[in-house]
């Protein structure tokens, strides 16, 4: 009697199910440790020993293009969270974009093997067209980065540089992968994630892609470290055309030129951020406990008390070197409220630079205030 073979069709996120029967398993196929390889990948340090080899196996299947391999357990659930790791980490997989598996049982229904099979939505000469389109403009983006910059300098540089170069489209082609970010220079927040972490990669920042939701809606940012230390940052929310987009006001109309800070270098004390982003459960999230390199306390920017000469000393360095607007974050709302009222309410704006009027958005962000700069 043949072995039954139930056979899993997984298409982002929904899941079809179909069966069949196949004379005999596969021979196993042989794959190669990946591990020294992903020693600076968040996800795959947090799996035990046994789900590190399928994440190699995987690893090997996606890069090798194989039709399918073997893997090293019989239990899906595990099988569907390494998955999740290796999508996790691997942000340079635009040509696959799902999976098939495969069950084997004996005649007591006892599972005996699991073959994994990647889905390809492109062959390997378009591959290697894209890879070579990819590279080239992401050698340009990173034209004005050293390599020699400190992780803080490096971050920052990616993040402004993605959301001056990328418009955030929704119905953008191809935006749950890098060929949007790279080549269409139009995506969704998928993209972004993964268009960061390709670029910090290549910058030496580790930098992993989170999937999750936020406010509800299914979203994804990064992980990354500096310094040794974890933060969170999502350059989607730091798109201020996103919030145009989402929103529709005139308000976000007139900041769609505005970088937008708050989601850059995110700690677990922003409460703000930490209550409306939430992971998915498949990989546990480590604790984000640093604030030295959040953007604001690392610009001088955050007030945890009010000082008008330190708020007014920031206006006025802005001001002075030519940016077109500065954002002052404060720890709470009383806070926020003496400065709204200092610098706005009272016009205390115009003793920190010479312009005849300013715009301002009252309420930014949370217990953010933002000020433009007219000329």
């Known amino acids: 009697m043949w072995p039954l073979a139930a056979a899993v069709l997984v298409i982002g996120f929904g899941i079809g199910i179909y069966w069949g029967r196949q004379p005999q398993a596969p021979s196993p196929v042989e794959h190669q440790s990946h591990a020294q390889q992903q020693e600076a990948a968040y996800a795959y340090s947090t799996l035990n020993e046994t789900q590190q080899e399928v994440y190699d196996q995987m690893v090997y299947a996606i890069e090798e293009r194989k039709e399918y391999v073997s893997l090293a357990t019989t239990d899906q659930e595990e099988m569907k969270k390494v998955y999740w790791a290796v999508r996790y980490d691997h942000c340079e997989y635009f040509w696959t974009d799902s999976y098939r598996y495969e069950v084997f049982t004996n005649r007591k229904g ?20 894209y890879q070579k389109q990819i590279d080239a403009s992401a050698d340009q983006m990173l034209k004005g980065i050293s390599k020699e910059a400190s992780d803080y300098e490096k971050a920052l540089y ?13 119905t953008s082609e191809n935006n749950q992968n890098i060929i949007s970010t790279f080549v269409n220079h139009e995506t969704v927040c998928q993209g972004y994630s993964y268009g960061a972490q390709y670029l910090l990669n290549r910058l030496g920042v580790a930098c992993t892609t989170v999937c999750g939701t936020a406010e509800g809606t299914n ?7 500096m310094d040794g230390e974890y933060y969170y940052m999502d350059v989607t929310w730091g798109e201020a055309e996103y919030w145009a987009s989402v929103d529709g006001d005139d308000q976000a109309e007139g900041t769609k030129d505005v970088v937008n800070y708050s989601y850059f270098g995110v700690s677990d004390a922003d409460k703000n951020f930490i209550s409306q982003h939430e992971p998915f459960d498949d990989i546990p999230m480590p604790e984000c406990t640093a604030m030295e390199n959040n953007y604001f306390v690392h610009e001088g920017l955050y007030f945890d008390q009010w000082d008008q000469d330190q708020a007014g000393s920031a206006i006025r360095l802005a001001y002075e070197k030519g940016q077109t607007s500065i954002s002052l974050k404060f720890a709470n709302e009383d806070l926020y409220d003496q400065a709204f009222n200092y610098l706005i309410e009272e016009n205390n704006w115009s003793r920190y630079c010479d312009e005849k009027q300013i715009a301002y958005v009252d309420g930014f962000d949370m217990n953010v205030l933002m000020l433009r700069f007219i000329s």
Do not use: C, G
């Not at 990616?158 to 929704?170: D, M, P």
């Open 158 to 170: 990616v993040y402004r540089t993605l959301i001056e170069q990328t418009e955030y489209v929704e």
């Open 110 to 129: 006892e599972t005996t093997a699991l073959y994994f099979r990647p889905e390809y939505t492109m062959d390997e000469k378009q591959q290697a067209e």
């Open 219 to 225: 979203h994804s940012w990064n992980l990354i470290v």
